[in-house]
T-cell receptor
Framework: DVKVTQSSRYLVKRTGEKVFLECVQD?????MFWYRQDPGLGLRLIYFSYDVKMKEKGDIPEGYSVSREKKERFSLILESASTNQTSMYLC????????????FGPGTRLTVT | GQSLEQPSEVTAVEGAIVQINCTYQ??????LSWYQQHDGGAPTFLSY????GLEETGRFSSFLSRSDSYGYLLLQELQMKDSASYFCAVREDKIIFGKGTRLHILP
């Protein structure tokens, strides 16, 4: 059974803290993605990666960075968390090929206080 | 600029048919996908159209017209478990998601 896992379902951090969100996939997928989801705004792409050590900015990369040292793992880093980064964060992976069918993790609900 | 437009909410009756439309304006286009997301759950893939026409998968069908930059998801024989949000997504050099359509189903 294919699986994308995320390190935490719920996370509470203070303003200014450095936050790491981890995502692991077991499908040997080349592509990995980080989205944030907010009510009424849908899924917005933060960063994506097509290969190990590769990263591409999405639509809202400001305030975030990523790391992909191994094919199965894609980390999202909030260098200095702010209250406007309170959101649901979703990781996804996909194989290269037609359709770009994405498999999503369960999400991390991050609250920054 | 890039934009995907879909209705924010749609209401239908159990057993009926409902259509959720999606129009898009993007710099590139390879195909249109649809995802379903139940409350508290992760999005799950439903369908992908790269060419014009209708693709059928069980009770769900998806349509694409590239010349009109338009597609729709058709749900037949609606069941209460179909109550969810539905997102269209365009594949260009990355994936761009619409804001989602909340489907309410009345008994």
């Amino acid at each position: 059974d294919v699986k994308v896992t995320q390190s935490s379902r719920y996370l509470v951090k203070r303003t200014g803290e450095k936050v790491f969100l981890e995502c692991v996939q077991d499908m040997d997928h080349e592509n990995m993605f980080w989205y944030r989801q907010d009510p009424g705004l849908g899924l917005r792409l933060i960063y994506f990666s097509y290969d190990v050590k590769m990263k591409e900015k999405g639509d809202i990369p400001e305030g975030y960075s990523v790391s992909r040292e191994k094919k199965e793992r894609f980390s999202l880093i909030l260098e200095s968390a702010s209250t406007n980064q309170t959101s649901m964060y979703l990781c996804a992976s996909s194989a290269i090929g037609v359709g770009y069918e994405q498999y999503f993790g369960p999400g991390t609900r991050l609250t920054v206080t | 600029g890039q934009s995907l437009e879909q209705p924010s909410e749609v209401t239908a009756v159990e057993g009926a048919i409902v259509q959720i439309n999606c129009t898009y304006q993007t710099s590139g286009f390879y195909g249109l996908s649809w995802y379903q997301q139940h409350d508290g759950g992760a999005p799950t893939f439903l369908s992908y159209n790269a060419l014009d026409g209708l693709e059928e998968t069980g009770r769900f069908s998806s349509f694409l017209s590239r010349s009109d930059s338009y597609g729709y998801l058709l749900l037949q024989e609606l069941q209460m478990k179909d109550s969810a949000s539905y997102f269209c997504a365009v594949r260009e050099d990355k994936i761009i998601f619409g804001k989602g359509t909340r489907l309410h189903i009345l008994p």
